[in-house]
Each structure stands twice: as C-alpha cells, then as structure tokens.
C-alpha cells in the first residue's frame, strides 16, 4: 500500500519546489535560534528530522559551532543540495531515522514534518527517548479563512504535500496526546515576516493584522498565516529505544 510519504522518493516534490524552499532557510534558523536561547538551551548535540536541503542546520551550525549536528532525511532529491549546505559539524544521512539512528541527542528538530506523516501518532510515539528536548515547527493551515475558502488547503495539499492540518490547540493537543510535555511555544511571525511573501500574502496582512485586536489567538484562527513553534520533553526522561 503506498503511503502519502513515498512521493518524497520520487523528484515529485523537487518539481513542485526546486530550489527546495532554501530561501526561506536564514529567516527559520533565526527564529528557531532565538527560541532554543530564550528557553535557555545549550545544545552540544542537534538533529533534525527531515532536514531537506540543509539549510536550517547550516545556519544553525554557524550560531553553535562546537555543537555536532545530524540530519535525516528520506527523500533523495534533497541529497542534491546538500553539497552547498554541508559544513565540518554536519553529518547528512539519507533514509529512515528511525531504521538507521543510533544515537540521543541533546536537542531533535521537526520542522515543518509533522503535517507530512500519514500517522504522526505512532511516529511521535516512537520519537520519544530520541532527545532530551524537541523543538516542533508545524504550519496552522486551518482557520475560518481558509476554510471557508478551501483553496489554501487544497495548494498546500498538492504542492508541499501537507496531508494533516492544524490549529495551534491541535498541534498542541497532538503532542500531548503522544506523550511529550509541552515547555513553551510560540508563533513564528511567518504570517508578516516569512521571506517568500507574495503581494497577496502582502495584501492580506493588513486584514491579518487587524483581526489580532481582538487578541493574537483570535486572528490566527480567524485569518490564518502562522507557525507554531513548540518546545517539549518526554516526560520523566524517557531513556533511548
């Protein structure tokens, strides 16, 4: 039976995205920086789960130099970029983390993954014991704007592959649901700040905007546009599998 993920060992993706998303990369790594300091974080030891071309890692390695950094991903189209994106501190695999890792880390990454798996239950489930903390990335594709449109739904469907979609308390109760212990989270800004915007994504944050007087949550269900970022543990240390 094939499964949503198999188009990832294809070129499919590449088609639809050719350069792999990577401009985006700095903005991200920025943001995911910011929130692993303000949450105190040192990590000596980082890997992020489908890390695509490399990006994010590249420049996160730049931010913590001494710290080693892994990346896993199963699509081997992405292996093209990683020549660009590699440095001393990075080691690229390429195939199933959960078949080929060995190792804990002090800090696992999963951004932009998790509305990507055909059962993110059982895929969280048996990331627990991987890390000591886990920093998620998940897109809210669902608010009453997008779905009273469906189109954005349906272009995020079809062109990056998002195949489970989120509210912030959705993703939220995900996690808890599968075990993990929720630190902190916030909203990445990409609803105003992401670098790939369009002048319809600029035209729409003026409404975006004004929606969130009524409160910063309300405009996100309402209007949409926004990531969420989530800092978590297991809880009571679960120990590696």
């Not at 070129?11 to 949450?39: C, G």
């Not at 440095?87 to 932009?112: A, H, P, Q, T, W």
């Amino acid at each position: 039976m094939a499964l949503p993920e198999d188009r990832y060992s294809s070129d499919e993706y590449l088609l639809r995205n050719p350069s792999w998303d990577m401009e985006d990369s700095p903005w991200k790594a920025a943001v995911v920086s910011e929130f692993i300091k303000d949450a105190g974080l040192n990590p000596k030891s980082v890997c992020e789960i489908g890390c695509g071309a490399g990006g994010v890692l590249a420049e996160l390695s730049k931010t913590w130099p001494g710290a080693g950094f892994c990346g896993y991903e199963i699509a081997p189209a992405a292996a093209r970029f990683w020549e660009k994106t590699k440095r001393s501190n990075i080691k690229f695999v390429l195939g199933d983390f959960f078949k080929l890792n060995k190792e804990r880390y002090d800090l696992v990454l999963l951004l932009d993954v998790i509305e990507h798996i055909a059962d993110p239950y059982a895929f969280l489930n048996n990331l627990l014991g991987a890390a000591e903390h886990y920093l998620f990335y998940i897109p809210l594709d669902l608010s009453a704007l997008s779905v009273a449109r469906e189109t954005p739904i349906l272009t995020v469907r079809h062109k990056v592959g998002h195949i489970n979609y989120f509210t912030k308390n959705l993703a939220l109760e995900l996690l808890k649901d599968s075990g993990f212990e929720i630190i902190d989270w916030r909203y990445s800004g990409a609803a105003f700040h992401t670098p790939q915007s369009t002048w319809k994504t600029k035209l729409i944050s003026i409404p975006r905007a004004l929606a969130r007087l009524l409160g910063k949550d309300w405009g996100v269900r309402i209007m949409g546009g926004e990531t969420l970022l989530v800092l978590a543990r297991a809880p009571g240390g679960v120990p590696a599998k």
